[in-house]
Structure formats: C-alpha cells, structure tokens
Antibody
Framework: EVQLVETGGGLIQPGGSLRLSCAASDFTVSNKYMSWVRQAPGKGLEWVSVIYSGGTTYYADSVKGRFTISRDNSKNTLYLQMNSLRAEDTAMYYC?????????????????????WGKGTTVTVSS | DIQMTQSPSSLSASVGDRVTITCRASQSISNYLNWYQQQPGKAPKLLIYAASSLQSGVPSRFSGSGSGTDFTLTISSLQPEDFATYYCQQSYRTPWTFGQGTKVEIK
C-alpha cells in the first residue's frame, strides 16, 4: 500500500530554518510528481511546491526563494527545506503524490491530481 | 497566478439533500480541475479529477462538471459522512492553486 509519513515539524523561532521529510513506501519517489501542501490553523489548503519526476520544481509565490523541495532517491524520501521562516508559515504541512495508481495521462492529456496524502506534520513559527 | 473562487463559503443542509458547490477560475483552465474533501483533523481526500472523473472508491453520489472557468461539485443525496469541507484545485498552470473551501454543515 502506498504510504507517506511526514516528520520534522516543530516549534521554531522567526528567521530560523527547518527541514521536513516525507518517507514514501511502496513506490519510488523519483518516478512520481510530489507536492507539499500546507494548512494554517483554521484556514484553507495552500499549495506550496511540486517536484516533477524529471526534477523540475515550482513554488507558490509566498515561499519562493525561501523554501526548497528536493528528494533523496536512495532514501526514497521527499524533503522541504524551509529557511527564513515567518509567523505566517505556521501550518500543518502535508506531502502528497500525484497519480499514484499509474500514469497521469488520460485521453491525450496529462491530468495532475493528488490521490495519496500523508497525515501531516505541524510547523509553528513563534518566538 | 490563477485564482480559484468557491461559492458558497459555507452551507447548511440535511441528510438526503442535493448539494451543489461552485468553483470559478480567474481564467480558462479547460478541465484541469480537481475536487477534494477534508474531514476535521484529517488529510484531504481526492474525490474528482479532470473536472468530472470520479476517483476510484468514491461513492457515485459525488459528481463533477464544468469546463473553462466554471465548475460544480454535486452531492446527489447528502450522507452523514459527507459533512466536511470541500476544495477545488486547478492543475492547468503552476502554482496549482486551491479555492478557499466550502464547509458543508448539518442543518
């Protein structure tokens, strides 16, 4: 069964750094698109970043230049390096995989959807 | 960035009701639209992708429609386990943005 387990959250002071990990089982992270999505307390979902199977990365404007998504194929783990943290980065952080069941290709087009999610890890930025 | 706007932000309904949630994109996104359900304290769950394709294992009372800028999620007969928050998300262009959510509450 495809599973994702996030770790690395915690309490961190503004301006600090933190690295989140997302350990994957039953699939190979390098073969899939994967994302980080966050949710501030009492708020909606915010898409943070994606890494393509080929290694291309994209970010939300709110984290661009401060966060870096990466993966370690030998550990089959996705990461989110978060620098220059701000109070507004306080959130539950989820990792997710796109199209876990196979290809995102359907009817001549690619449709990207997150169908497996981890349970999340909490990041609190506060002094 | 593409802005996604859901309406209403919340609604109250009874078991058995037909419920419709709307999602509007700030520009055309063809049918690159996903719907997720989130129960309190849980991770989101995929319901619909490509605007109208039902994810495996999701009950058939859920359906999606639309193309271009206007989309709808319909629950044909609301069940107790459907009281949750629903989000649309576009995957047409990065950043793949979410709507602000629609909370479905018990009347």
């Amino acid at each position: 069964e495809v599973q994702l387990v996030e770790t690395g959250g915690g309490l961190i002071q503004p301006g600090g750094s933190l690295r989140l990990s997302c350990a994957a089982s039953d699939f190979t992270v390098s073969n899939k698109y994967m994302s980080w999505v966050r949710q501030a307390p009492g708020k909606g979902l915010e898409w943070v970043s994606v890494i393509y199977s080929g290694g291309t990365t994209y970010y939300a404007d709110s984290v661009k230049g401060r966060f870096t998504i990466s993966r370690d194929n030998s550990k089959n783990t996705l990461y989110l390096q978060m620098n220059s943290l701000r109070a507004e980065d306080t959130a539950m952080y989820y990792c997710a995989i796109y199209c876990s069941g196979g290809s995102c290709y359907s009817g001549g087009y690619y449709y990207y959807y997150m169908d497996v999610w981890g349970k999340g890890t909490t990041v609190t930025v506060s002094s | 960035d593409i802005q996604m706007t859901q309406s209403p932000s919340s609604l109250s309904a009874s078991v058995g009701d037909r419920v419709t949630i709307t999602c509007r994109a700030s520009q055309s996104i063809s049918n690159y639209l996903n719907w997720y359900q989130q129960q309190p304290g849980k991770a989101p769950k995929l319901l619909i992708y490509a605007a109208s394709s039902l994810q495996s294992g999701v009950p058939s009372r859920f359906s999606g429609s639309g193309s271009g800028t206007d989309f709808t999620l319909t629950i044909s007969s609301l069940q107790p386990e459907d009281f949750a928050t629903y989000y649309c998300q576009q995957s047409y262009r990065t950043p793949w943005t979410f709507g602000q959510g629609t909370k479905v509450e018990i009347k």
